[in-house]
């Protein structure tokens, strides 16, 4: 009765971060197109955070999430005329995705 060697470390590639193709505005708020991570068998996107700022990106002035996954989704807090950036990160059940590039919503 004994303990077996160690096996081989194996790296573990980190999930890609979603693209937001555009932002545009719209009723209820700005449509978020995105191009999605390609996930491994087995991992599921739950659901997108997005962060809002008003200053293209500087300063992060708000914070939720939605439970839509397809493109586009349509995220809330900001107003037409108003100069909104958006960016999003896909959510699995391991974590969370890093941050994709910012972009500012348009008509």
Not at 33 to 51: L, N, S, V
Not at 53 to 73: K, R
Not at 76 to 99: E, F, K, L, P
């Amino acid at each position: 009765t004994g303990t077996s060697a160690w096996s081989n470390w194996k790296k573990v590639t980190p999930i890609a971060t979603p693209v937001l193709n555009s932002a545009k505005y719209t009723d209820g708020g700005v449509n978020l197109f995105f191009t999605a991570p390609a996930m491994a068998t087995g991992t599921t996107i739950r659901y997108f955070r997005y962060q809002l700022s008003f200053d293209g990106g500087l300063t992060m002035n708000y914070d939720s999430y939605s439970q839509d996954v397809d493109s586009p989704f349509v995220a809330g807090g900001c107003q037409v005329g108003q100069a909104c950036t958006y960016r999003i990160a896909a959510v699995v059940d391991a974590g969370v995705t890093a941050w994709s590039n910012w972009k500012t919503a348009t008509l």
